[in-house]
């Protein structure tokens, strides 16, 4: 745990007063001294941690990032390190290492800051205390996630469209730093020529030149922050500079090789150059068009790898800029929020778009409650389930039935017809003065038939005389 703790501060102060160390022995105008260079080293490591520094009464903010990044490097893989030799694998067995490299980064920088020594550069203590414990804890985190199980257990909290979301983030935002960088290599390139001019003037000899080629590296972070904000839309300003793809206000600029790419005056090709961010974003959609079948989840996960995106610009623009002595190059200014929205639309909308329109389309609904039932039924299967016999087709039974019952109503009228027709001759028949009561033939004939229906051939009864 010490040695994890003590070994980047001593890598990372070694490598800070060598590098100050050739600086000064191949400067022409320069002199070598081991106890100055030890003495500078201090502040360059403070430097290297983004603690502001002032130098003879005159505020120094604009910082490199190289520096900042190589100590970055250097507290992950030593973290990386500590917890494969201490057999760290759970999240919580993490916390004991993170907490001990920031405390030691943060007693070092506040020991620089008040230790007496070289009046000419000065820090705040409390900044030295708490900018290399903030960035020191957030370097060891990064570097344990992955050994110490911590982007495990995110990944199973978080549900799969965050995740993929995430991981397009990261995309998204690396592709934004390309783009910048590669804005600053065409700018630098385009004017090569006035780039030699301001060697040849500023630094002229091979010390003083190695010198400025090294001061012009620690810096490219710097400038490639700039020029994305610069592709982006909200631009960057440098002093009274202010340099946007829609408004531009020149000035003198200072004599460093990696600002001879600045312009002179504006032009109205620079807003193709918005393209770039544009492409990022489309690329980022392209990547998650098949996430899912769901259109929403698949904004959702643009909407998430922008807001990472715009996340991350938070800190880099923050870092990229700051105060430059008290003079016209004060201050180095990169507009932190409208940066952040611009790096988030440039990633969600061109993303959501490529998403929508590339991706799966949606499922047809269907009104059937049995879909598979009628769309495997084919015109023969129809035609059979069709009955083989007509309507008027009955069943034999029916038939006989209902022969029966026609039968025996006929055979009902005519017995009816037969005994009125002799009632009638029996009436006609008799004397007048001879009266006899009246039989009700009418009832046994009409109830003979009922009782036998089913026999045709029955005769009806006599009457009596």
Request: hydrophobic fraction near 50%; include cysteine; charge should be negative.
């Amino acid at each position: 745990m010490v040695a994890a703790a003590l070994g980047p501060l001593i890598a990372g102060y070694a490598a800070v007063a060598a590098v100050l160390g050739l600086v000064t022995a191949i400067a022409s105008v320069a002199t070598f001294t081991v106890s100055g260079v030890l003495q500078a080293a201090g502040p360059g490591w403070l430097a290297a941690y983004q603690v502001p520094l002032t130098i003879s009464g005159r505020p120094l903010g604009v910082l490199p990032l190289t520096a900042t990044f190589a100590m970055c490097l250097l507290v992950a893989c030593s973290a990386a390190r500590a917890a494969r030799r201490l057999d760290c694998r759970e999240p919580r067995q993490m916390v004991n290492l993170v907490g001990s490299m920031a405390g030691a980064h943060a007693l070092l920088g506040v020991v620089i800051a008040v230790l007496p020594g070289d009046t000419v550069v000065s820090a705040e203590p409390l900044a030295a205390f708490l900018i290399p414990g903030l960035i020191a804890a957030v370097s060891a985190t990064l570097g344990l996630a992955r050994g110490c199980g911590l982007v495990r257990a995110a990944g199973e909290r978080l549900d799969p469209a965050a995740v993929r979301g995430l991981r397009a983030g990261v995309l998204g935002m690396a592709g934004l730093l390309a783009a910048g960088a590669l804005v600053v290599t065409l700018s630098l390139v385009l004017s090569m020529p006035t780039v030699g001019r301001l060697f040849g003037a500023s630094a002229p000899g091979f010390g003083s030149g190695a010198g400025m080629l090294l001061l012009s590296l620690g810096y490219f972070p710097n400038a490639i922050v700039c020029a994305l904000s610069f592709a982006a839309g909200p631009g960057f300003s440098l002093g009274s500079v202010s340099v946007g793809p829609f408004s531009f206000s020149g000035g003198v600029v200072p004599g460093v090789p990696l600002l001879a790419g600045i312009p002179e005056h504006r032009a109205l090709w620079w807003g193709v150059l918005m393209l770039l961010p544009a492409a990022v974003g489309a690329l980022v959609g392209w990547t998650v068009r098949d996430s899912d079948a769901n259109l929403l989840a698949r904004l959702r996960t643009v909407a998430i790898a922008g807001g990472l995106a715009g996340l991350c610009c938070v800190p880099l623009s923050s870092l990229a800029g700051g105060r430059l002595g008290a003079g016209p190059f004060d201050p180095v200014a990169v507009p932190v929020g409208l940066l952040s929205l611009a790096a988030f639309c440039w990633i969600a909308v061109p993303g959501g778009l490529v998403a929508w329109l590339a991706g799966p389309p949606p499922a047809p609904a269907t009104t059937d409650a049995h879909p598979e039932d009628s769309a495997g039924d084919s015109p023969g299967d129809v035609a059979d389930d069709t009955p083989d016999s007509a309507p008027d087709d009955l069943p034999d039974d029916l038939s006989d039935d209902a022969e029966s019952e026609t039968a025996s109503d006929a055979e009902s009228e005519a017995a009816s017809d037969a005994g009125d027709g002799e009632e009638a001759a029996d009436e006609s028949s008799e004397p007048a003065e001879s009266e006899e009561p009246d039989i009700p033939l009418s009832e046994n004939t009409a109830e003979e038939p009922e009782d036998d229906q089913t026999s045709p051939g029955a005769e009806t009864p006599e009457q009596p005389s």
